[in-house]
């Protein structure tokens, strides 16, 4: 598997991987502004042949209050099922996370995940260090609950600048 940063022409192939996958879909238009945004934030999985198997959406939380610290924000990550358990998810993470914290200097990361949502649960939580920030009732479009979820990237010695 090919992991790397996403280009324009990704663009249909993520948005096929979310609508297979997940019951939260977004316009080309969204994916495009977070490509041009924030180019260095986001991945695809490619398999064998070019087609994107996974990918991982993000971008700089650009509403910060005055007095907080700079941080990314995972928007969306997805995997096709015949591709799962094969450690994509956490190789798109840790890419998003390494460039939120080299390339913008972000001091954490933060997402939402369904409370249902075991599998990831457990990635977040168990592999990758998040914490439980807080539950947001009714986030979802479809009024389940979310957990807010933060990783601290200054505890993994990653955050190459300040600001």
Known sequence: MNVRTIRVDDLTGMQACNLQNLPENYTIRYYLYHAMTWPSLSFVAEDHKGRIVGYILAKMEEDAGKGEELHGHVTSISVLRSYRRLGLA??????????????????????????????????????????????????????????????????????????
């Open 90 to 163: 956490k190789k798109l993470m840790e890419q998003s996370q390494k460039a939120m914290a080299t390339i913008y200097g972000a001091s954490f990361v933060s997402l939402h995940v369904r409370k249902s949502n075991r599998a990831a649960l457990n990635l977040y939580r168990d592999t990758l260090g998040f914490t439980l920030k807080a539950t947001e009732s009714k986030y979802y479009a479809d009024g389940e609950d979310a957990y807010a979820m933060h990783l601290s990237l200054k505890d993994q010695g990653t955050v190459a600048r300040t600001n």
